[in-house]
């Protein structure tokens, strides 16, 4: 297949390099200058796109999306399909859908799970919103960028599918973090704390596979200082759509609110920038309770 990809950073990169590992023929365009094995650079992400089966895009946010979007869809084929991979709002990724079904190409939003080492191990997890045409067209691709692809329905569905288990992530993390605080003060030696809480009601991803305990259960960014893994302020953007996502479509979610405030608070106002978001507890063991 003939591939645009647009937005060659720490995730992009490595997938475009997977693909074209895999033998498509990828042209990639990025603002900054990159050069990734494989991948021809064009000058213009317009010119990534012409003549592409399939574009696809890993961008910052929803805002730059819209604008590459204005620039690439006119340059596509018919039939052609525009496929984000970015985490970005839902309404920015209906709006392109829409934009893109209106020049007769196919679109899906495909946000991804698994993070850089995913991105470099071909073993990420999308999640995909737009046609079965759409997604039909899509899934070879996945398959080659990552190890599973759930087609969670219409256009947006799968931004939706990402912010909901984003938000989970957040407040599932605090919740661990503080819980972690709260034992060391109540005399309760943390490996303890792990085997009884990893297998027992409380245990949860963030808990059992990404412990925010240094030397505690299996190794994660706590036994490297706390370095992203997945930093504390992207896990701020994913709690900001969330809430943003929730006031546009009226639900009550008041912890994932909380969630965002609490990440908002650490990584502006105390030392969470550039830390891996489980940093929460380090960030927990100096406060009391006033
Ligand atoms: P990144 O900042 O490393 O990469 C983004 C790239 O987009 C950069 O190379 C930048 O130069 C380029 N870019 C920005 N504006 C552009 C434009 N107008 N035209 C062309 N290129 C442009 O970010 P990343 O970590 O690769 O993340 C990309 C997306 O993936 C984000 O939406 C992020 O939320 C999501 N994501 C990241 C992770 C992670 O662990 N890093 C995990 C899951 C999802």
Same mark, same amino acid.
């Given at each position: 297949?003939?591939?645009?990809?647009?937005?060659?950073?720490?995730?992009?990169?490595?997938?475009?390099?997977?693909?074209?590992?895999?033998?498509?023929?990828?042209?990639?365009?990025?603002?900054?200058?990159?050069? !990734?094995?494989?991948?021809?650079?064009?000058?213009?992400?317009?010119? $990534?796109?012409?003549?592409?089966?399939?574009?696809?895009?890993?961008?910052? #946010?929803?805002? !730059?999306?819209?604008?590459?979007?204005?620039? !690439? *869809?006119?340059?596509?084929?018919?039939?052609?399909?525009?496929?984000?991979?970015?985490?970005?709002?839902?309404?920015?990724?209906?709006?392109?859908?829409?934009?893109?079904?209106?020049?007769?190409?196919?679109? /899906?939003?495909?946000?991804?799970?698994?993070?850089?080492?995913?991105?470099?191990?071909?073993?990420?997890?999308?999640?995909?919103?737009?046609?079965?045409?759409?997604?039909?067209?899509?899934?070879?691709?996945?398959?080659?960028?990552?190890?599973?692809?759930?087609?969670?329905?219409?256009?947006?569905?799968?931004?939706?599918?990402? !912010?909901? #288990?984003?938000?989970?992530?957040? *407040?599932?993390?605090?919740?661990?973090c503080?819980?972690f605080a709260?034992?060391?003060?109540?005399?309760?030696?943390?490996?303890?704390?792990?085997? /009884?809480?990893?297998?027992?009601?409380?245990?949860?991803?963030?808990?059992?596979?990404?412990?925010p305990a240094?030397?505690?259960?299996?190794? $994660?960014?706590?036994?490297?200082?706390?370095?992203?893994?997945?930093?504390? =302020?992207?896990?701020?953007?994913?709690?900001?759509?969330?809430?943003?996502?929730?006031?546009?479509?009226?639900?009550?979610?008041?912890?994932?609110?909380?969630?965002?405030?609490?990440?908002?608070?650490? /990584?502006?106002? =105390?030392?969470?920038?550039?830390?891996?978001?489980s940093a929460m507890l380090p960030r927990f063991e100096?406060?009391?309770?006033?």
């Amino acid at each position: 297949m003939k591939i645009g990809f647009i937005g060659l950073g720490n995730m992009g990169g490595p997938m475009a390099a997977n693909l074209a590992k895999a033998g498509h023929d990828v042209t990639g365009f990025d603002m900054a200058e990159v050069s !990734i094995e494989g991948v021809s650079m064009a000058e213009t992400a317009a010119a $990534s796109a012409t003549g592409a089966d399939v574009v696809i895009t890993m961008l910052p #946010n929803g805002q !730059i999306l819209r604008a590459v979007a204005n620039e !690439i *869809v006119p340059a596509m084929s018919q039939g052609a399909a525009l496929v984000d991979c970015s985490t970005v709002d839902v309404d920015s990724a209906r709006a392109v859908a829409e934009q893109a079904d209106a020049a007769g190409l196919l679109a /899906v939003d495909a946000p991804v799970s698994g993070g850089v080492g995913g991105a470099a191990g071909g073993t990420l997890t999308f999640m995909a919103g737009g046609s079965t045409d759409a997604f039909a067209k899509a899934a070879p691709l996945f398959d080659i960028m990552g190890q599973k692809a759930v087609h969670c329905g219409e256009a947006g569905a799968g931004q939706a599918a990402k !912010i909901c #288990n984003n938000m989970i992530l957040g *407040v599932t993390m605090i919740a661990t973090c503080e819980a972690f605080a709260l034992a060391d003060k109540l005399g309760l030696d943390r490996q303890k704390m792990f085997d /009884v809480v990893s297998t027992s009601s409380g245990y949860s991803w963030t808990m059992n596979a990404y412990c925010p305990a240094p030397g505690v259960g299996p190794q $994660s960014p706590s036994d490297n200082d706390y370095q992203p893994g997945f930093a504390a =302020e992207l896990m701020l953007k994913d709690l900001r759509l969330s809430q943003q996502a929730a006031e546009s479509a009226d639900a009550d979610t008041p912890m994932g609110q909380m969630a965002r405030d609490l990440y908002a608070l650490y /990584v502006e106002n =105390e030392d969470g920038l550039g830390m891996d978001f489980s940093a929460m507890l380090p960030r927990f063991e100096k406060r009391g309770r006033s």
